[in-house]
Nanobody, 121 residues
Framework: QVQLVESGGGLVQAGGSLRLSCAAS????????MGWYRQVLGMQRELVAN???????NYADSAKGRFTISRDNVKNTVYLQMNTLRPEDTAVYYC???????????????WGQGTQVTVSS
């Protein structure tokens, strides 16, 4: 019902920047929360940042002051601008959204396929 396409991951040196994008498509009536999570192999997936449909944001302590989440409600796209990257930011980053779809009408959580971010020291 909803497809998510992520882009923007890659390899960057410490102190560098990356911008992640996640575009949603499908039978979407409305998208509520959109966000980014990350996961290191063998560890639990953790929230990086999320943003409501009204634009309210929430960040993990590790992301505050360095990362900025934003969304384009017309394009159904969420972005994560990551600055001053550190080696400990290395992880697979997953896009998440909660969407109301039609045919059938229901609200569900959806996840992107993940994009690797590697920060070298």
């Amino acid at each position: 019902q909803v497809q998510l396409v992520e882009s923007g991951g890659g390899l960057v040196q410490a102190g560098g920047s990356l911008r992640l994008s996640c575009a949603a498509s499908g039978r979407i009536l409305n998208i509520n929360a959109m966000g980014w999570y990350r996961q290191v192999l063998g560890m639990q997936r953790e929230l990086v940042a999320n943003i409501t449909s009204g634009g309210s944001t929430n960040y993990a302590d590790s992301a505050k002051g360095r990362f900025t989440i934003s969304r384009d409600n017309v394009k159904n796209t969420v972005y994560l601008q990551m600055n001053t990257l550190r080696p400990e930011d290395t992880a697979v980053y997953y896009c998440h959204l909660r969407a109301l779809t039609f045919l059938p009408k229901r609200e569900n959580d959806y996840w992107g396929q993940g994009t690797q971010v590697t920060v070298s020291s």
